[in-house]
């Protein structure tokens, strides 16, 4: 298949090119036109971004999201490259699940999946999974995600034997002991409106933890990697900038929700602000901010986690915990932080970042490059409509706000994975 795409400009220039894709490859710049041609309305052309936590609920939740739903979104919001976390029903823990799921994402043509699988047996944090069968069969990294890896040996078995086979383990950083039954940031506002807490110190101490065994285990010499999820507190991020300063092979993730909300949103009751960790204060969220603009932070992820609207109607004390916004994650970033962070930083920090924290080459824009594209309209504003999204989903924090950045095109292996026009 060949496609040229003309009329657009690469991130970082105001001149006007096109671009041809080959096979799969990105051909050259500034060719005549050949095969399938698409006008890029003068936007910004980038390497498509790559999604390191979403939850796309197949199997066995598919009444939330499924692959379908979930990667068609993940396209529409600008993403060629997608990790679906593995807890599911039945949870992604045996090497079928895996090679399944990769053979039926790719005869849907929309973004692409790379699975995760469960670090533990179920998830339940005992047994280790089968953990080289899972990478034989195409596992992207090892996390019991959503659950906390209360066991510090089993944890700490799984970073060794992972480490091994050069993957990657991602974790929920967070001490179930202290969070208990919180269902939103300790604090004056959480006292106010009379809801049980989940302190900071619930984020800090698993992470003070976690980092402490990937510690010891360097200093055995092994190579483990340990990968953080969704950081939310100033202190969990100055726990791991310290662990970077001394040397520790440890990444970490923010989320744009913990950037641009904070528990006040919780004033209204409203159970579509519940997220697991909680959203936190304003000065977490501008210390988090300037993890992102220091290095400290390695790359941005939605945590995309669909649920049904009746489950998310349900009061703050028994509304699951999510939020789904994989179409929306770089509007709503460049929109808000776009100035501070400026294109450049922002792009890496949803595109080579994630792939530096997997080990993957980093996305290029030159000729014989792998053609996962997205042109960007990074000026053009639009009202945010819950009814146009992909996902299942069809409900937001940011429901009818004016955002700017919205993906036109996604290019995914050559072809065609969204296209606004």
């Known amino acids: 298949m060949i496609l040229t795409i003309t009329n657009i400009k690469r991130a970082g220039s105001e001149q006007i090119e096109s671009v041809t894709v080959e096979h799969g490859l990105i051909k050259g710049w500034n060719l005549p ?30 009444e939330k999201e499924d692959l379908a739903s ?23 823990d045996d090497p079928a699940t895996v090679r399944a799921l990769i053979e039926k994402a790719e005869g849907l043509g929309f973004a692409r999946l790379k699975p995760a699988a469960a670090l533990t047996r179920g998830q339940k944090g005992e047994a280790l999974a089968e953990l080289s069968y899972l990478k034989e069969a195409g596992a992207a990294m090892f996390t019991d995600d959503g659950l906390t890896n209360e ?20 974790v929920h950083a967070e001490d179930a002991t202290l969070r208990a039954g919180g269902v939103m940031n300790e604090g004056p506002v959480s006292e106010a409106l009379g809801l049980p807490g989940n302190p900071a110190a619930a984020e800090a101490a698993r992470v003070a933890r976690d980092l402490e065994i990937l510690a010891g285990l360097r200093e055995q010499g092994r190579s483990a990697r340990l990968h953080i999820q969704h950081l939310s507190t100033a202190r969990a991020l100055d726990l791991v900038r310290e662990a970077k300063a001394r040397g520790l092979p440890v990444s970490c993730e923010v989320c744009p929700h913990h950037l641009d909300l904070t528990d006040e949103a919780l004033r209204s009751f409203d159970a579509v602000y519940k997220v697991a960790p909680p959203l936190r204060t304003r000065a977490d969220a501008d210390h988090l901010l300037q993890g992102l603009l220091d290095g400290s932070v390695d790359c941005l992820a ?12 349900r009061d703050l004390l028994e509304a699951p915990s999510g939020i789904a916004y994989i179409e929306l994650a770089f509007p709503l970033m460049w929109t808000r932080f776009g100035e501070r962070l400026g294109l450049e930083q922002l792009l890496d ?7 530096r924290v997997m080990g993957w080459p980093e996305p290029s824009l030159d000729a014989g490059a792998p053609a996962d594209l997205v042109v960007l309209d990074l000026h053009t504003e639009r009202a945010v409509n819950p009814a146009e999204f992909k996902s299942k989903a069809k409900f937001t924090p940011w429901q009818g706000q004016t955002l700017r950045g919205w993906p036109l095109l996604t290019v995914v292996g050559g072809r065609v994975a969204y296209w606004r026009g």
Do not use: F, W
Not at 70 to 92: D, E, F, H, K, Q
Not at 151 to 170: I, K, N, P, Q, T
Not at 302 to 313: G, I, N, Q, S
């Open 33 to 62: 036109a050949e095969g399938e041609v698409i006008d890029g309305q003068g936007g910004t052309l980038a390497p498509a971004l790559v999604e390191l936590h979403a939850h796309l609920r197949e199997p066995g939740q598919t």
């Open 349 to 355: 920090l949803m595109t080579a970042g994630p792939c």
């Open 151 to 170: 066991d510090a040996r089993v944890l700490r078995l799984g970073l060794e034997y992972a480490g091994s086979l050069g993957m990657v383990v991602s």
């Open 70 to 92: 979930g990667l068609a979104a993940a396209a529409a919001g600008g993403y060629g490259t997608v990790v679906c976390m593995p807890n599911t029903r039945p949870v992604i």
């Open 302 to 313: 939605t945590d995309h986690a669909p649920h049904t609207r009746a489950e998310k109607e």
